[in-house]
């Protein structure tokens, strides 16, 4: 683990700016040995030189990339989804909150002040939503299709699959939706219950970079780490297994986002 975890930092830096130098130069807190290229020889390794990167635990998207639609106010501020997470519960929804919308274009782009999420141990991502329970065993929901990007040009969706028997049907139980966001209530509350946001107790949908398809595009993101997180309604995409947009709940209105946390992030000093 420790070699792979190497290597894929020393491919990593290739795609950060800054920070290059001679091996053993690195400060605190900084991975040594890993390599700085320019978009020239990045393929090639060729005039690679000798560098460094920083690695941060566990650290909060702050950076608000793409909001269409966001009216900055009330539940239109995308600010709402950078400012710490706090989840209402089981069945209490959190008012702090982006409310994201459906349709066309309707997604929410977050970002890591330039340093990416990088595939470690477990998972990567925390997205925490305003989902919460109702009745015996079922779960108010607006689930949610998770892609990343290395450039935010090029997106990769984390696998996901409607389960319902009847998929032409809405279901809250949120066993039925495998792989999305929105699903599960918050508990994790930055003043009132501040837990790791990686203990299940936490709450939220967690995802794995290691699951993402087998693709060109999908290795970029394993080995450079992610830039970008994409965030959308899963009504605004098309279910496979039946052609048509995946279905919601009758009163549903888009993934209200509290907050998205990355367990590991590499950045350039």
């Given at each position: 683990?420790?070699?792979?975890r190497?290597?894929?930092l020393?491919?990593?830096?290739c795609?950060?700016a800054?920070c ?6 690195c ?6 040995g890993?390599?700085?290229c320019?978009?020239g020889n ?9 560098g460094c990167?920083?690695?941060v635990?566990?650290?909060a998207a702050?950076?608000?990339i793409?909001a269409?639609g966001?009216?900055g106010?009330?539940?239109?501020d ?6 710490g ?5 089981a069945?209490m929804?959190?008012?702090d909150?982006?409310?994201?919308g ?10 890591f ?5 990088v595939?470690?141990?477990g998972?990567?991502?925390?997205i925490?939503e ?7 065993d079922?779960t ?11 450039d ?10 409607y389960?319902?028997?009847?998929e032409r049907?809405y ?16 508990f ?8 790791d946001p990686f203990?299940?107790?936490a709450g939220?949908?967690r ?9 060109e595009?999908s ?10 997180v994409?965030i ?19 009163v ?12 590991t ?5």
């Amino acid at each position: 683990m420790a070699t792979i975890r190497w290597m894929m930092l020393s491919a990593l830096s290739c795609a950060l700016a800054g920070c290059v130098g001679a091996v053993g130069e690195c400060g605190d807190g900084l991975v040594e040995g890993a390599e700085a290229c320019d978009d020239g020889n990045r393929e090639s390794g060729d005039g690679c030189s000798a560098g460094c990167a920083r690695e941060v635990p566990s650290a909060a998207a702050t950076e608000v990339i793409d909001a269409p639609g966001a009216s900055g106010t009330g539940y239109g501020d995308p600010a709402r989804a950078t400012n710490g997470v706090r989840g209402g519960g089981a069945r209490m929804q959190s008012v702090d909150v982006y409310s994201i919308g459906i349709g066309e274009g309707a997604w929410l782009v977050l970002g890591f002040d330039g340093a990416r999420v990088v595939d470690g141990p477990g998972d990567d991502l925390a997205i925490f939503e305003n989902a919460f329970g109702y009745g015996e065993d079922f779960t108010f929901m607006d689930p949610a299709v998770v892609e990343v990007s290395a450039d935010g040009e090029e997106w990769i969706a984390f696998p996901h699959d409607y389960l319902a028997e009847d998929e032409r049907a809405y279901s809250p139980r949120g066993e039925d939706w495998i792989g999305f966001a929105g699903v599960t209530p918050v508990f994790l509350h930055a003043e009132e219950n501040p837990l790791d946001p990686f203990d299940p107790e936490a709450g939220g949908d967690r995802f794995d970079l290691a699951a993402l398809s087998e693709s060109e595009e999908s290795e970029r993101v394993r080995v450079e780490g992610a830039r970008f997180v994409r965030i959308s309604s899963a009504a605004s995409h098309v279910n496979p297994d039946t052609g048509d947009r995946f279905v919601q709940d009758p009163v549903g209105n888009g993934p209200d986002i509290d907050g998205v946390v990355a367990r590991t992030l590499v950045e350039a000093p």
